[in-house]
């Protein structure tokens, strides 16, 4: 990861994404990560695990390819019902002949950069769709956000001190660690204007 991001000093962030049978499992709306990550600079790479299989059926990622080169993109905000996404934010980047579906096996990753711009549809697939979506970026980026959030360091020394220093579990079902995730995925998503704000639960790490 840290040759993309030309960074020695590396933390992230992580969230456990699920999305259910279809109707349930609903899909985001086409976006671009960078629009609630609130990261300056935004330099962004989001590493997508497959926990189980993520086909074109179950409703894997879609995304525009080369999509990132254009920068941030100025998004509406739409419904947040029977949308994944938080402040229910989408671009007018409809499916067109350069979509790519990336079809994940379990076990397996992808990458993306904070700028691609990507959605992905309904699960109509008869098994969960699961996997953990791990956000990377360099030390020397800070967060907007308006509260202290947290990351763990992965690689090198942290000389900024931008986010609040989060261990990394000590065990299975570390019961320290789960107040710690608790807490973090709280300050997250208590960004202005998040439907989620107020301690609401995450439903596919969006």
Not at 19 to 47: C, N, R
Not at 58 to 84: D, F, Q, W, Y
Not at 162 to 183: G, K, Q, S
Request: overall charge neutral; glycine content about 10%.
């Amino acid at each position: 990861i840290w040759p993309m991001l030309g960074a020695r000093r590396v933390q992230v962030a992580e969230q456990i994404t699920w999305k259910e049978v279809f109707p349930a499992g609903v899909g985001p709306s086409w976006h671009q990560d960078a629009t609630y990550f609130f990261l300056d600079p935004p330099e962004h790479v989001t590493a997508w695990i497959a926990l189980s299989n993520a086909t074109q059926e179950s409703g894997c990622m879609r995304v525009i390819p080369g999509s990132h080169r254009r920068g941030a993109i100025e998004h509406g905000k739409g419904e947040t019902k029977n949308n994944l996404l938080s402040n229910g934010q989408f671009v007018d980047s409809g499916e067109t002949a350069q979509t790519q579906f990336l079809e994940v096996p379990a076990g397996h990753f992808s990458l993306h950069d904070t700028y691609l711009v990507h959605s992905s549809a309904p699960n109509k697939s008869s098994e969960r769709r699961i996997g953990i979506g791990v956000s990377y970026i360099p030390t020397r980026v800070r967060s907007t956000h308006g509260r202290p959030l947290s990351a763990t360091l992965v690689r090198g020394e942290d000389e900024y001190r931008h986010f609040r220093p989060e261990p990394p579990p000590l065990r299975a079902y570390d019961a320290e660690a789960v107040v710690t995730h608790a807490d973090a995925t709280r300050n997250f998503f208590s960004q202005p204007g998040s439907e989620r704000s107020g301690g609401a639960e995450p439903r596919d790490g969006k």
